[in-house]
């Protein structure tokens, strides 16, 4: 059973401002792409960011936080994120595909809880 209470004390380090929270990979899409979510201290607010190859860019809900997001509010993030319709660059709508392979070590059981979704849909 999952912890979807569970939130980490803090995200950065003393000295830090921006870290990797999250790698994904969708291996079923077209493009097989990876996409990265970064956590920024910003004006006493944490900013969420996704970045890809392309630069597209991605619409994340919570944008925004005052403390770490506990780890269901991570998968919601995770499985709410959109592409920008308007500003697409490369095969960013076909990015979106299938269930992704998670990494983070923020969150150690995001990997777990994806691996068990894509079983669920035979994606491995």
Not at 13 to 21: I, K, M, P, Q
Request: charged share 25%; aromatic share 16%.
């Amino acid at each position: 059973m999952y912890d979807f209470k569970f939130s980490p004390e803090n995200y950065f380090s003393e000295g830090t401002n921006s870290v990797l929270l999250v790698k994904l990979s969708y291996p079923e899409s077209q493009w097989g792409e990876q996409i990265s979510i970064y956590a920024h201290y910003l004006n006493c607010r944490i900013e969420f960011e996704a970045v890809d190859f392309y630069g597209n860019d991605y619409i994340l809900y919570p944008r925004t936080a005052e403390e770490p997001l506990n780890f269901e509010d991570m998968v919601y993030l995770i499985e709410g994120m959109q592409v920008n319709s308007d500003e697409i660059q490369g095969g960013a709508d076909l990015t979106l595909n299938g269930v992704p392979k998670v990494e983070s070590s923020f969150y150690p059981e995001l990997k777990k809880f994806f691996d068990e979704k894509r079983e669920n849909y035979d994606l491995d």
